[in-house]
């Protein structure tokens, strides 16, 4: 795992970080590291759990700012960093700038643009499910030429329920209705899977939390014994990038 101690302020991309543990904050920068295709000084970084007010220019200086998935946080709560990461979110919608949020990122996303976030743990998705794109999702540039099916690694207990008015549904599953949105032409997008995550990674990340996610025993070695390649789901990170930002 690749170790991430300094920021790289003038990187063209910034990862945004809702993280309470240093290995896990460094496994996930790593990981979108690897699917967004870019080298290590590319991506910068601020932990809002470190950081709740963070610099402003910083964030608005980046080319595209993407918001990662939070453990423990619930997208349904309040926390220290929540005003700026609304403020962050509103400003990205108001200059039509690029903005990627995934699993938490996602949610937040939505939550923020006037959707609804609900946490229901009896419709939790964790490990690999296969995700469904609509007829939005077949047609949309970011997404064009996926598969209408394919499998994509998860860890939540929260859902979109509601999509903003001005989001676009992209994808679904049979438990968790929108897993994939975008503000309507606009670089906005969500994903509720977890697009920087391999098999390998997912386990790495699920070792960690699988009191949170999954306290069987059973259904952790289920997961990390079967595992399912997700190159579709994992490509999506670098098609962004490669499509807002293509200097990166």
Request: hydrophobic letters at 35%; one cysteine or more; aromatic letters at 6%.
């Given at each position: ?30 990981c ?26 910083r ?14 946080y619930?997208a ?12 962050i979110?509103?400003q ?10 995934a699993?938490?990122?996602?949610q ?23 995700v ?41 599953s ?9 503000i ?30 999954m ?32 200097n990166a």
């Amino acid at each position: 795992m690749s170790a991430h101690n300094t920021p790289y302020p003038d990187a063209p991309i910034l990862l945004l970080q809702v993280r309470e543990r240093v290995d896990v904050e460094q496994q996930e920068w790593a990981c979108f590291v690897e699917q967004c295709g870019v080298a290590e000084e590319q991506l910068d970084t601020i932990n809002l759990v470190r950081e709740p007010s963070p610099d402003m220019k910083r964030i608005a200086d980046a080319q595209a700012v993407l918001i990662g998935g939070a453990g423990v946080y619930s997208a349904t709560k309040d926390y220290p960093f929540t005003n700026a990461l609304t403020e962050i979110i509103q400003q990205r919608d108001t200059d039509a700038t690029p903005l990627f949020g995934a699993c938490y990122g996602h949610q937040f996303i939505a939550r923020v643009l006037g959707g609804r976030v609900e946490t229901d743990v009896s419709r939790a998705e964790v490990g690999t499910h296969e995700v469904t794109l609509s007829d939005s999702g077949t047609s949309d540039p970011l997404l064009a030429g996926l598969p209408t099916q394919f499998p994509a690694n998860m860890g939540h207990n929260d859902h979109v329920t509601r999509l903003p008015d001005s989001a676009i549904e992209l994808a679904h599953s049979p438990r968790s209705r929108n897993q994939i949105l975008r503000i309507a032409d606009k670089p906005i997008y969500g994903v509720q899977f977890h697009s920087e995550l391999t098999h390998e990674r997912l386990i790495e990340r699920l070792v960690i939390y699988q009191e949170l996610y999954m306290p069987e025993d059973d259904e952790f070695a289920r997961i990390s014994q079967n595992p399912t390649p997700t190159p579709d789901a994992v490509s999506i990170l670098r098609r962004f990038i490669e499509m807002y930002v293509p200097n990166a």
